[in-house]
């Protein structure tokens, strides 16, 4: 399973019911693809994706363009084939995981760096548009006083106390370079003891609250950083690979009016609106059209 995919599990299970269907058929592909000369937009079977999708659909609507929804779709292996075939038009991406699906061993990290891989390795009638600011990835996490009294602003800082704390997170977390490993590596840190816990979920919140453990394995984009004031420290050295939002496009079937208008999303799109619109949509069930409206109308692109 993908990071985004399994990144995005609690927050799933929380508003799965809000996340946008296209056409109302239970199955997201049913159809042949736009109705006339309307863009298919896709979105994957989690709320954050459908959110970003819908945010793209009513930014395209408000430049007069046509769109068509067809969201709730499962893994990549199926949406990017309908990408590539031109049956879906436009798919919001993260960097990083379309990479690691493309080409596995890449080690780009960067924004810059993966965004030129993918340039490279994508097929010819695929490409990339503008990447948001926006990112759901890996962070480590600390609660607020935690961060207060050791003024922990970036992982770097970690060196003079990781010694003393328990790290929390998914099993995998404890041997992964995108984990302890890659923490060890880049950064020299060696932690007290880590405990195996859910990925980003309730579990590994709760106990990064009740202090059984002093820094979590959570992601960038997850309602419980803001609704707990968790701080996730800063990883100037990028041992949690760029995961930047970026539209996925058919260059052939999206015109230069849309990639204009869906690059003028990305610009302005950042990880705290992503976070404050899933806390919005997990805390006061709002649905991803509403949050998506009114991010745009703020942002002065509807």
Known sequence: MSRITRGVAALAAAVLA????????????????SSGDAIVIG?????????????YAQALEAKDIKV?????IGSREVYYK???????????EYNGALLAFIDKDNAASTSEEVNKALTE????????????????????????????KHNLKSIEDLKSVASTFV??????????????????????????????????????????TGGQIQAANLFSTDASIKKNNFVALADPKNVFGAQNVTPLINKGRVSTDAQSALNAVSAKLTTTALQDMNTDMADNKTDPAAAAKKWLSANGLS
């Not at 994508?122 to 207060?148: C, F, H, Y």
């Open 68 to 72: 068509e929804r067809k969201f709730g």
């Open 82 to 92: 309908q990408v590539e075939s031109g049956a879906i038009q436009v798919f919001p």
């Open 18 to 33: 809000l996340t946008a269907c296209g056409g109302g058929d239970d199955d997201p592909l049913s159809g042949t693809g």
């Open 121 to 148: 390795k994508l097929p010819a009638q695929l490409g990339i548009l503008t990447s948001a600011p926006a990112e759901n990835k890996d962070s480590l996490a600390v609660t607020a006083a935690t961060a207060q």
């Open 43 to 55: 979105g994957a079977d989690f709320p954050e994706s459908g959110l970003i999708g819908e945010i």
């Open 167 to 208: 790290v929390g997170g998914p099993p995998e977390f404890k041997t992964r370079k995108q984990g302890l490993v890659g923490l060890k590596d880049v950064y020299g840190l060696e932690f007290k003891s880590f405990k195996s816990l859910d990925t980003a979920g309730p579990i590994t919140v709760s106990n990064l």
